[in-house]
């Protein structure tokens, strides 16, 4: 039986990040909109925030979901999540993008599926990445 | 030894949602940064947009990080994500305020540490909220 998720989850784990980099908040606005566009994902809005004495929030609001990133550039390290629905979208791409980007030595990523009704039942499927999404088309 | 998490993060996943409320964006945005008001945590921004034929996704950016929460009106079902770091914070209490404003009738909860750095030594410490957090001030 298929899993049907209405969407994937990924929670990124990076450390040992440029610090400069992770601490820029242009930057980062930047490449976390370009890693939605890699992923094949269509940028609605972006809001950043950055902090005394350091580190940066944001997010990036995506038809298919969400990208964020907060960054710890006292510890090299910053917390990414890719929220993605619809089989034209691939969060796995925005992943390495950004790793590459920010220089990480070390990346770990927990993937979820989101949306799988609970009562399902569930069985042995297909699983991995979500097999029946649903996203919304813009501009009610 | 203490596990040293930098922030919590609670993926929440609610079913049988009231379905008007779920598509209903002003209203979502007010509850959102009420949730975040809940748990202690400091509005800063906020994104939000409504798509076609239905459904809602919105960010609100926190002083110690995000909510997010994507609808899909014609499950009854919302994706929500609360991320905090620090100990004044609470985002099981975020949580609570939003299963009742959504009149969801099942809500599951994964909670996840943020920034456990892979060189700490991990063995039988405290575990569950964050012992050692560190979050930015504003105004940079």
Same mark, same amino acid.
């Given at each position: ?56 929030? !944001?997010?990036?609001? *995506? ?5 964020? #990133?907060?960054?710890?550039? @006292?510890? &090299? ?27 990480? !030595?070390?990346?770990? *990523? ?5 949306? #799988?009704?609970?009562?399902? @039942?569930? &069985? ?17």
């Amino acid at each position: 039986m298929t899993m049907k998720a209405l969407g994937i989850h990924l929670l990124i784990e990076l450390w040992s990040c440029n610090r400069q980099k992770i601490d820029n908040l242009d930057y980062l606005e930047k490449i976390m909109s370009q890693a939605a566009e890699v992923a094949g994902a269509t940028v609605l809005k972006t809001a950043f925030q950055d902090f005394n004495p350091q580190g940066v929030s !944001g997010v990036v609001v *995506i038809a298919e979901s969400h990208l964020t #990133i907060h960054t710890w550039p @006292e510890h &090299g390290y910053a917390a990414v999540d890719i929220f993605t629905c619809g089989s034209r979208v691939n969060p796995w791409k925005a992943a390495g993008f950004l790793r590459q980007e920010l220089e990480a !030595g070390d990346m770990q *990523i927990r993937d979820f599926q989101r949306g #799988i009704p609970p009562t399902d @039942e569930y &069985g042995e499927g297909d699983t991995g990445f979500a097999k029946h999404v649903a996203c919304g088309n813009l501009n009610r």
